[in-house]
């Protein structure tokens, strides 16, 4: 069965420092795999999307991910932290099949110190 | 501006009323999904749908159902409300089998007392 984790609940960066958040998936074949960004009390925004190709991919407000098949692992990076950035970021795994099925990780928190 | 719109921000409703949460999209998606999000357990799916008058049990259905009577709009229901279903629902949807990803209402806050 697919899974996906993020190993941590809770970061907090000051403002300039550089960000990566990690997650690791566990599924069956190259899956889709997706990082989306929560504001408090607004709905998920997709960030980036990694769907086949280039396992560096760019994203909106400065953020990129790399998908590693070996670690099976696709962490979100960012050089350059904003206080705007604060927020709740989750991972995702969608299957390559009908129905477009995601499954999300628990979510990281990110606080950043001004 | 493409958009998925939840009717309602914050609802409070009372042990065993029925709650109708409504999500309407206007970019034509094939699929609409509800979730559910509480603290320390992410996004739980509810139900999905892939098409009009077809429904799929997601991973906690329990207590839920819904409604897709037009491609627009999918409607979950909380046939009689529990103190244990007060959370917040976002709905969600996308288009065709996978990889462009999910444009996500606001949510809707449920509070049953």
């Known amino acids: 069965a697919q899974s996906v984790t993020q190993p941590d609940i809770h970061i907090t960066v000051s403002e300039g420092a550089s960000l990566e958040l990690r997650c690791n998936y566990s599924y069956g074949a190259t899956p889709y795999l997706f990082w989306y960004v929560q504001s408090p009390g607004q709905g998920l925004q997709l960030l980036l999307k990694?769907?086949?190709?280039?396992?560096l991919v760019q994203g909106i407000k400065g953020f990129e991910a790399e998908f590693k098949r070996s670690q099976s692992s696709f962490n979100l990076r960012k050089p350059s932290v904003h206080w705007s950035d604060a927020a709740e970021y989750f991972c995702a795994v969608g299957e390559k099949t009908s129905y477009d099925k995601v499954i999300f990780g628990p979510g990281t928190s990110l606080s950043v110190i001004p | 501006d493409v958009k998925v719109t939840q009717s309602s921000r914050y609802l409070v409703k009372r042990t065993g009323e029925k709650v109708f949460l409504e999500c309407v999209q206007d970019?034509?998606?094939?699929?609409m999904f509800w979730y559910r999000q509480d603290p320390g357990l992410g996004l739980r799916l509810i139900y999905f749908?892939?098409?009009?008058?077809?429904?799929e049990k997601g991973d906690i259905p329990e207590g839920y159902s819904v409604s897709r009577e037009k491609k627009e709009r999918f409607s979950l229901i909380l046939e009689s409300a529990s103190t244990n279903q007060t959370s917040m629902y976002l709905c969600?949807?996308?288009?065709?089998?996978?990889?462009?990803?999910?444009?996500f209402g606001s949510g809707t806050r449920l509070t049953v007392v």
């Open positions: 990694y769907f086949s190709g280039d396992t």
């Open positions: 749908s892939y098409d009009v008058k077809m429904k």
């Open positions: 970019m034509d998606h094939e699929n």
């Open positions: 969600a949807s996308s288009s065709g089998t996978g990889g462009r990803g999910y444009t």
